[in-house]
Structure formats: structure tokens, C-alpha cells
């Protein structure tokens, strides 16, 4: 995690932005199912 938090400092805010909105795209996509856990049907 802290390679991904280091990498993450060294973007351009630019890019930041992006990464986090997309971050947030897959977690309005794919959170639900992710939160219950494939096992809990």
C-alpha cells in the first residue's frame, strides 16, 4: 500500500484527479457486490 501512496504523491495533480475519480467510478460500479462479499449470496 505505502508503493501505491508513493507513486500516488509523485502524479501531477492533473492525473490525481483522474485516478481518484475513476477510483470512485469502480467503487459506485462494483461496491455493492464488493461490501456483501462474494461468498454471501
Known amino acids: 500500500m ?3 501512496e508513493r ?3 509523485k502524479l501531477p495533480p492533473e492525473a490525481r484527479k483522474e485516478l481518484l475519480d475513476y ?3 469502480l467503487l459506485a460500479k462494483y461496491g ?3 461490501q456483501k462479499g462474494p461468498l454471501l449470496h
Open 7 to 9: 507513486i500516488f504523491t
Open 23 to 25: 477510483a470512485e467510478f
Open 32 to 34: 455493492r457486490r464488493l
Open 2 to 4: 505505502e508503493d501505491i
